[in-house]
C-alpha cells in the first residue's frame, strides 16, 4: 500500500495549509534522496539485499541509484577503503553538488573495522565530512535502512542557509575541500 509522507510542521485551516519554504523542500528533497553507492567490498553485498525486493528501497523513492556524483546527492560509502582510495573518495565527495549527505555504513568504512593495518583509512572520517555512522560487521539492512532513515531526518531539517553558514565553511575548510 502506498503511504502518504506526512505533512511538515504548520497552519491549517479551511481550504488553506501554510509552511515554510525550509519545510516543504526538506520534504521534497529527503523523500527523492540520490544515492551513490561506494561499495569497495561486503557491505556493499548488503546493500544490494536493502536494494532487493524483500526490503525495497525504492519504498525510499531511492530506486534510482546514481553512479555519477554530479546527479547524486547521498553518499553511501560501505567496505573496506584503502589508503590508495582515499583521494578518489574525496574525488567523488568532491564532483558531488550541495545539498549532499554520507552515510559510513560498516566497521571498514566507520574505523578500519578488523583491518587495523598500513594499507587500510581508519575510517573515512579521515578525509571527507560524515552525517549518519552504521555500526556494523556488515550492518544488517534494517540498520542500512535505519541510517537512510536518519539522512532523512536530516534532510527534512536542514536550514536552507545551513551550507553558507561559517561553521559548515570551516569544517569543509578542515578537510580542504573546496
Ligand atoms: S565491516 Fe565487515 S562486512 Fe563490512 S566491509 Fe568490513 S569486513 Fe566486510
Not at 49 to 55: D, F, K
Amino acid at each position: 500500500m502506498v503511504k502518504q509522507a506526512a505533512m511538515p510542521p504548520g497552519y491549517e485551516g479551511p481550504g488553506f495549509f501554510a509552511t515554510t519554504m525550509d519545510k516543504t523542500i526538506g520534504l521534497a528533497r529527503a523523500n527523492s534522496l540520490w544515492p551513490l553507492p561506494f561499495a569497495t567490498s561486503c557491505c556493499g553485498i548488503e546493500f544490494m539485499a536493502t536494494m532487493a525486493s524483500n526490503y525495497d528501497l525504492a519504498r525510499f523513492g531511492m530506486e534510482r541509484l546514481s553512479f555519477s556524483p554530479r546527479q547524486a546527492d547521498l553518499l553511501m560509502v560501505m567496505g573496506t577503503i584503502a589508503k590508495k582510495m582515499g583521494p578518489v573518495l574525496k574525488h567523488v565527495y568532491e564532483q558531488m553538488a550541495e545539498p549532499r549527505w554520507v552515510i559510513s555504513v560498516g566497521a571498514c568504512a566507520s574505523s578500519g573495522g578488523i583491518f587495523d593495518t598500513y594499507s587500510v583509512l581508519q575510517g573515512i572520517d579521515h578525509i571527507i565530512p560524515v552525517d549518519v555512522y552504521v555500526p556494523g560487521c556488515p550492518p544488517r539492512p534494517e540498520q542500512i535502512l535505519d541510517g537512510i532513515m536518519q539522512i532523512q531526518d536530516l534532510a527534512k531539517n536542514e536550514s536552507l542557509r545551513r551550507r553558507n553558514l561559517p561553521e559548515y565553511q570551516a569544517l569543509m575548510e578542515k578537510y580542504e575541500i573546496k
